[in-house]
């Protein structure tokens, strides 16, 4: 079958370092995708791996294993409006359509 | 700017009624469009994927004469709940793919409306 697994929720300080990981067992790959979810909006695009290695983009980088099924979300700096659900999801095929994590809670403190 | 927009943006009806939402790809043509539901604390749950020019394929559990699904153009899909009952309260939420920027690394992100919350009373 088709999963995605992702911690359900974590804490951290305001101004440090988090690292959300995802992994995933698909029937096929053709891409790793990070989105941002705030409570009561709809989900944002933050990143996409396809080949292994390291994607950054700002306070933001994202991170890519194929062999292992495994990524990460690494985010520095950590601001209080990072606090949001953060969602990984996997093409598996040629087609548009996304296989979901249930998401992981990111709560910031001051 | 937004690329992907929904309307109504929240929704009160009374139980047997039918709601429209409409999602509309804004400067870009999608033949596929997703519509999603999300409960409160809960993750997205896939509903159905909408093609245009052809009948919509829906998610298993997910009943198709309940949830109407119409792509009449490459940038427009529709979403009726049909005779709502107050457990369709949720918020619902319309994708598209659009590529990507970036070369060879590009591909298709889906962008998401801002998403519909509709409640039964």
């Known amino acids: 079958g088709q999963n995605i697994d992702q911690p359900t929720e974590m804490t951290a300080t305001e101004g440090a370092i988090v690292q959300i990981n995802c992994t995933y067992q698909?029937?096929?790959?053709?891409?790793l995708f990070w989105y941002q979810q705030h409570a009561g909006e709809a989900p944002t695009f933050l990143s996409y791996?396809?080949l292994d290695g390291l994607e950054e983009k700002g306070r933001f980088s994202s991170f890519l294993s194929r062999s292992k099924g495994y990524s990460y979300l690494l985010l520095k700096e950590l601001q209080m409006k990072d606090s949001a659900s953060y969602l990984c999801?996997?093409?598996?095929?040629?087609?548009?359509?996304?296989?979901w994590g249930a998401g992981t809670k990111l709560i910031i403190k001051p | 700017g937004a690329v992907v927009s929904q309307h109504p943006s929240w929704v009160i009806c009374k139980s047997g009624t039918s709601v429209k939402i409409e999602c509309r790809s804004l400067?870009?043509?999608?033949?596929?469009m997703f519509w999603y539901r999300q409960f409160p604390k809960q993750s997205l749950m896939l509903m159905a994927t909408?093609?245009?020019?052809?009948?919509?394929?829906?998610e298993q559990g997910v009943e198709k004469d309940k949830f109407l699904i119409n792509h009449a153009s490459l940038t427009l899909s529709t979403l009726t709940v049909t005779s709502a009952h107050p457990e369709d309260s949720s918020f619902y939420i319309c994708?598209?793919?659009?590529?990507?920027?970036?070369?060879?690394?590009?591909?298709?992100?889906?962008?998401f409306g801002p998403g519909t919350r509709l409640t039964v009373t």
């Open positions: 994708s598209a793919p659009r590529p990507g920027a970036g070369g060879a690394r590009s591909s298709y992100e889906q962008y």
């Open positions: 999801a996997v093409k598996s095929d040629s087609n548009y359509q996304l296989i």
């Open positions: 791996n396809v």
């Open positions: 698909t029937s096929g790959f053709n891409g």
């Open positions: 909408s093609n245009e020019g052809s009948k919509a394929t829906y």
């Open positions: 400067d870009f043509q999608a033949t596929t």
